[in-house]
């Protein structure tokens, strides 16, 4: 059960949010950017203080959270910090039942936003709640949704976080049935699949499969009942022909081969094989027609 997060201890914030929730946000903003932590490295603890704060209010918070959203400042910047804390207040509305809809839409923004700091608070606050099995499952369930995203680079950017979160063991242990995000993580991957070529040069879909890999390895740690976690991840590896699906596969066996993974080189050797299977084959240099290389060499004599 994870420990219950106190609220803000400095009544110069305390006030300062009755202010901002009475229509005057300037001073919060101002006393959240001085001691948000520098940008890169933000303030986790006060914005965890911030959401525990908010969370249980009366009435609607959504003005003041989408305003802190809403903030475009630079990533090495202080004020970099409202996004982070308008994370953590959504997670927590979220925790105490409040706003759901508008939270959960406000999320998938947060999650896709293109600035470092951003995005991790937004994964920390993310895995605190989902550490909660009821909201583990409204996670998938939701993150499914966001796999529809119109604006490519929140869909891409979100998904990374989620899948980011998702490989968190204490999440993994949340979840009450692995379908669904099994589910998901296929998702995930086929948007990879199915992206257009210029999709290939996103930093977002980059970001995705960066974090596929320790999530794919947390899965089959976490799922060994019945073989459930290594069959699905076969399966994956048997289907995959995309290089840079291929890619994130294969660095997932690596890591799982590791001796610190704790499962063996007999499941790492089963599923190399599987994706090893999967190879296009190579290429008859016979059929090869002339001219279609590169360079003079291929061209045909004359």
């Not at 219950?4 to 400095?10: A, D, K, P, S, T």
């Not at 630079?74 to 308008?86: G, I, R």
């Not at 839409?105 to 293109?114: M, N, R, W, Y």
């Not at 604006?151 to 949340?174: N, T």
Request: hydrophobic share 45%.
């Amino acid at each position: 059960m994870p420990a219950v997060q106190e609220g803000l201890r400095n009544e110069a914030l305390r006030a300062a949010l009755t202010g901002a929730l009475a229509g005057r946000p300037a001073p919060l903003e101002q006393l959240l950017a001085r001691h948000g932590g520098y940008g890169p490295r933000p303030n986790l603890k006060l914005a965890a203080a911030f959401g525990a704060e908010i969370a249980g209010l009366p009435g609607e918070v959504a003005d003041l959270l989408e305003r802190l959203a809403a903030n475009d400042a630079a990533p090495d910047t202080p004020e970099v910090f409202l996004p982070v804390a308008a994370a953590y207040g959504w997670t927590a509305r979220l925790g105490a039942g409040r706003e759901v809809g508008t939270a959960w839409d406000a999320l998938a923004q947060l999650a896709g936003d293109e600035r470092g700091p951003v995005r991790m608070g937004t994964v920390e606050a993310l895995a605190a709640l989902a550490a909660r099995p009821r909201h583990a499952n409204a996670l998938v369930d939701r993150a499914t949704a966001w796999l529809e995203l119109d604006d490519r680079e929140v869909r891409f950017g979100a998904a990374g976080v989620v899948v980011e979160v998702l490989g968190r063991k204490q999440v993994l242990a949340a979840l009450s049935n692995p379908e669904p995000l099994l589910d998901y993580l296929a998702g995930a991957m086929a948007a990879i699949v199915d992206a257009p070529r210029a999709a290939e040069r996103s930093d977002a879909r980059r970001r995705l499969l960066l974090a596929l890999p320790p999530a794919l390895g947390a899965v089959v740690a976490t799922y060994t009942a019945g073989d459930r976690g290594a069959a699905w991840l076969e399966e994956q590896c048997r289907d995959a022909s995309h290089p840079d699906l291929r890619a994130a596969l294969s660095a997932a066996i690596v890591a799982l081969a590791d001796k610190t993974s704790g499962q063996g080189s007999l499941l790492a050797q089963r599923l190399r094989g599987a994706l090893e299977g999967s190879a296009k084959p190579p290429r008859d240099p016979t059929r090869r027609r002339p001219g279609a290389g590169r360079g003079r060499s291929s061209r045909s004599i004359r």
